[in-house]
């Protein structure tokens, strides 16, 4: 070890312990990154790291990943950590806030905290967060990756300023049934907390919504970023770069704040503001009266993505703002643009839903007519992977100036039908002039035969 620059170890927990004994009980002047992973191979076991580790010394150690570990955060080689990484700490051998805090003041050049289950913790009655005593400035961290209960991570970022950090991610736990720890935990994302926290330096200019496992906040300061989540891979790495990303897991056994009430609650406090795009993905949860109730919290939005059971409510909401509960399409209520649903709203596109009914693609069709008139016109519609009639289509193109369209159907289309009925009709008509020419055939040959027979 005297001599190597990075050292990676990998072994179940049991036998993991007199492995470092053999090869990391040496002073290491030369290492610059350590990676011990003590994954479980039959019983739970976090590995212990004893105080000697590489005798103490290691004073070029900057990059630090530990996984099932215990260890001692007043190691003297934490002090020049750049990159630190840790994952899953036994909760008795956690760290209390006061050490905790003093660690990481000792570690100047510190640019990426990852810490998931390894956290200072608040004991298990506690129900809100408590006054810092002590707040520590951070002002070379760019990333803060944590993943622990809610009511943590809000304790964490109350403790800390960081106003460099250009990625924060945040994948908490809420046992609240009112979810009362996710609240106290987004006005530490947003900034609204002045000296502690995030300092929200840039708005966002582009958002994904999504509920595929947990309900799943991403937030960029680029206009455009979001994109459905089509590819898993893809879906990880955009949880890793994105400027903000939130996942929320529900553990309550009978919620009572619904999904669709917490992420009311996230755009009310969040900064989406200027949000020009956004991408709403398996929102299932979301009814029409969410969208007219939240729309003004997008006053900007430009472009719109629903895929994956979204796209009824909004179309729905869409008409509800246009004419309200009458089906009459001559009964609109919106008198101006001002007063339409997402009044900014240049571009739609739907994907991977069901659009094979002709009363909500009509009743679509209405309201991009009333939107036309009072002047908040639809520009594009991008229609992809979802079941659709091509008369539909057809419908739609008429009024807006461009829809783009990937050409896949499903099921049986009206158009197909009639044209099979014609396609019939002409096999009908072959048949019946190849029976009249096999008839007239016959008779030509009876002819001939009888003349024949009168010359002899």
């Given at each position: 070890?005297?001599?190597?620059a990075?050292?990676c170890?990998?072994?179940?927990?049991?036998?993991?312990?007199?492995?470092?004994?053999?090869?990391?009980?040496?002073?290491?002047?030369?290492?610059?990154?350590?990676?011990?992973?003590?994954?479980?191979?039959?019983?739970?076991?976090?590995?212990t790291?004893?105080d000697?580790?590489?005798?103490?010394?290691?004073?070029?150690?900057?990059?630090?990943?530990?996984s099932?570990?215990?260890?001692?955060?007043?190691?003297?080689l934490?002090?020049?950590l750049?990159?630190?990484?840790?994952?899953?700490?036994?909760?008795?051998?956690?760290?209390?806030m006061?050490?905790w805090?003093?660690?990481?003041?000792?570690?100047?050049?510190?640019?990426?905290?990852?810490?998931h289950?390894?956290t200072?913790?608040?004991?298990?009655t506690?129900?809100?967060?408590p006054n810092?005593?002590?707040v520590?400035?951070?002002?070379s961290?760019?990333?803060l990756?944590l993943?622990?209960?809610?009511?943590?991570?809000?304790?964490?970022?109350?403790?800390?300023?960081i106003?460099?950090?250009?990625?924060?991610?945040?994948?908490?736990?809420?046992?609240?049934?009112?979810s009362?720890?996710?609240v106290?935990?987004?006005?530490?994302?947003?900034g609204?907390?002045?000296?502690h926290?995030?300092?929200?330096r840039k708005?966002?200019?582009?958002l994904?919504v999504?509920?595929?496992?947990?309900?799943?906040?991403?937030?960029?300061?680029?206009?455009?970023?979001d994109?459905?989540?089509?590819?898993?891979?893809?879906?990880?790495?955009?949880?890793?770069?994105?400027p903000l990303?939130?996942s929320?897991?529900?553990?309550?056994?009978?919620?009572?704040?619904?999904?669709?009430?917490m992420?009311?609650?996230?755009?009310a406090?969040?900064?989406?503001?200027?949000v020009?795009s956004?991408t709403?993905?398996?929102?299932?949860?979301?009814?029409?009266?969410?969208?007219?109730?939240?729309?003004?919290?997008l006053?900007?939005l430009?472009k719109?993505c629903?895929?994956?059971?979204?796209?009824?409510?909004?179309?729905?909401?869409?008409?509800a703002?246009?004419?309200?509960?009458?089906?009459?399409?001559?009964?609109?209520?919106?008198?101006?643009?001002?007063?339409?649903l997402?009044?900014?709203?240049?571009?739609?596109?739907i994907q991977n839903?069901?659009?094979?009914?002709?009363?909500?693609?009509?009743?679509?069709?209405d309201?991009?007519m009333?939107?036309?008139?009072?002047?908040?016109?639809?520009?594009?519609l991008?229609?992809?992977?979802?079941?659709?009639y091509?008369?539909?289509?057809?419908?739609?193109s008429?009024?807006?100036?461009q829809?783009?369209?990937?050409?896949?159907?499903?099921g049986?289309?009206?158009?197909?039908?009639?044209?099979?009925?014609?396609?019939?009709?002409?096999?009908?008509d072959?048949?019946?002039?190849s029976?009249d020419?096999?008839?007239?055939?016959?008779?030509?040959?009876?002819e001939?035969?009888?003349?024949?027979?009168?010359?002899?």
């Amino acid at each position: 070890m005297s001599r190597a620059a990075q050292f990676c170890l990998t072994a179940p927990a049991q036998i993991m312990s007199g492995l470092i004994d053999t090869y990391c009980s040496q002073p290491a002047p030369l290492l610059k990154h350590l990676e011990l992973v003590a994954y479980l191979s039959v019983a739970p076991q976090h590995l212990t790291l004893r105080d000697t580790l590489f005798s103490e010394y290691a004073p070029n150690l900057h990059h630090l990943v530990l996984s099932f570990c215990n260890f001692s955060w007043s190691s003297p080689l934490f002090t020049n950590l750049r990159h630190i990484e840790i994952l899953d700490v036994a909760r008795g051998c956690r760290p209390t806030m006061t050490t905790w805090l003093e660690a990481l003041g000792n570690m100047h050049h510190l640019h990426t905290i990852v810490l998931h289950e390894a956290t200072p913790i608040l004991p298990a009655t506690a129900t809100t967060i408590p006054n810092p005593k002590r707040v520590l400035t951070l002002p070379s961290l760019c990333r803060l990756d944590l993943g622990t209960m809610a009511l943590d991570c809000a304790n964490i970022l109350n403790h800390l300023c960081i106003p460099s950090v250009d990625h924060l991610k945040i994948d908490c736990k809420s046992k609240d049934a009112d979810s009362a720890d996710v609240v106290a935990l987004l006005p530490l994302l947003s900034g609204k907390k002045k000296g502690h926290g995030v300092q929200a330096r840039k708005r966002l200019r582009s958002l994904t919504v999504t509920l595929t496992n947990a309900l799943t906040f991403m937030g960029w300061e680029d206009e455009d970023a979001d994109h459905p989540m089509t590819d898993p891979v893809q879906f990880i790495l955009d949880l890793y770069t994105a400027p903000l990303s939130v996942s929320i897991t529900r553990q309550a056994t009978v919620p009572v704040m619904t999904e669709e009430a917490m992420l009311s609650k996230m755009l009310a406090t969040l900064p989406v503001a200027n949000v020009h795009s956004a991408t709403f993905q398996d929102v299932y949860i979301l009814r029409p009266s969410w969208w007219t109730a939240n729309e003004h919290r997008l006053p900007n939005l430009r472009k719109l993505c629903v895929a994956g059971d979204t796209a009824y409510a909004l179309l729905t909401a869409f008409h509800a703002n246009t004419h309200g509960s009458d089906p009459d399409p001559e009964a609109s209520i919106s008198p101006v643009a001002s007063e339409l649903l997402l009044p900014q709203l240049d571009m739609l596109s739907i994907q991977n839903e069901f659009l094979q009914d002709d009363a909500l693609v009509d009743t679509f069709c209405d309201t991009l007519m009333y939107r036309c008139e009072v002047g908040g016109p639809l520009g594009v519609l991008k229609v992809a992977n979802c079941d659709v009639y091509c008369g539909n289509i057809s419908q739609l193109s008429e009024i807006v100036p461009q829809v783009d369209w990937d050409g896949l159907t499903y099921g049986n289309d009206h158009s197909s039908d009639d044209d099979d009925g014609d396609d019939d009709d002409d096999d009908d008509d072959d048949l019946s002039d190849s029976e009249d020419s096999m008839e007239n055939g016959s008779n030509s040959e009876d002819e001939d035969d009888s003349e024949n027979n009168e010359l002899y």
